[in-house]
């Protein structure tokens, strides 16, 4: 294989490695449209028998405030669970984001994806 012909077949995997990639993250947005702070949310796959750390990292999500998570892999089959300042949870199961780039929560307990 002569050298140009190798730099031609690097660049190409280079670029499909990129490409496979970028398909493998999507940003994901929870809105809290509630009346009540999220003093913690966390997200994992369907299969997952931990939630992993709080997303929040400490910090509140205040009504009209949003949340930008960064997934690797599908984002379908995630668990979310928020908890709100009393301490009661909210557990989202088996959600499908693959056509949805958003999640708006409401004080009534439903939700709207965007």
């Not at 780039?101 to 965007?114: A, C, I, N, Q, W």
């Amino acid at each position: 294989m002569n050298n140009r012909s190798w730099r031609i077949l690097t660049l190409t995997l280079a670029i499909s490695m990129l490409m496979a990639g970028a398909a493998l993250a999507k940003d994901i947005v929870v809105f809290n449209e509630t009346n009540f702070e999220i003093r913690a949310v966390y997200m994992s796959s369907a299969e997952d028998k931990w939630w992993g750390d709080n997303l929040l990292k400490g910090d509140v999500l205040r009504p009209g405030e949003g949340l930008k998570i960064s997934v690797s892999g599908t984002p379908k089959d995630l668990d979310l669970a928020l908890i709100d300042d009393e301490g009661q949870e909210l557990a989202l199961m088996e959600l499908d984001f693959r056509e949805f780039d958003s999640l708006t929560l409401f004080t009534d307990g439903t939700g709207r994806f965007d």
